[in-house]
Nanobody, 126 residues
Framework: QVQLAESGGASVQSGGSLRLSCAASRLTVSSALMGWFRQAPGKAREGVACLNRYGSLEYADSVKGRFTISRDNADNTLYLQMSDLKFEDTAMYYC????????????????????WGQGTQVTVST
């Protein structure tokens, strides 16, 4: 069974930085479409960034220029480097993996992804 485990969430001040990690088991991160999503209280979950097997990237407009998605093939881990954090970035952040047949795609739609981690909380204070 594929498992994803996020870590790295914390409370930071506005303008600060964090790096989230997503360790995968029974899944090769470099061979899959992987995404980061977030959900703020009272809001729908939204796609933040994704990375496919070919290394192509996509970002939500709200995070372009501030967030960077990447992977470490040796550690089989997905990352989200977040800088210049804003109060509105406060949310639970989730890592997700799409089905193998979607590995060449790019999508920030949550219905494209079939495996999800438990999430890690990011809180940004002003």
């Amino acid at each position: 069974q594929v498992q994803l485990a996020e870590s790295g969430g914390a409370s930071v001040q506005s303008g600060g930085s964090l790096r989230l990690s997503c360790a995968a088991s029974r899944l090769t991160v470099s061979s899959a479409l992987m995404g980061w999503f977030r959900q703020a209280p009272g809001k729908a979950r939204e796609g933040v960034a994704c990375l496919n097997r070919y290394g192509s990237l996509e970002y939500a407009d709200s995070v372009k220029g501030r967030f960077t998605i990447s992977r470490d093939n040796a550690d089989n881990t997905l990352y989200l480097q977040m800088s210049d954090l804003k109060f509105e970035d406060t949310a639970m952040y989730y890592c997700a993996a799409a089905a193998s047949e979607d590995s060449s795609m790019l999508s920030l739609r949550e219905d494209r992804y079939k495996t999800w981690g438990q999430g890690t909380q990011v809180t940004v204070s002003t």
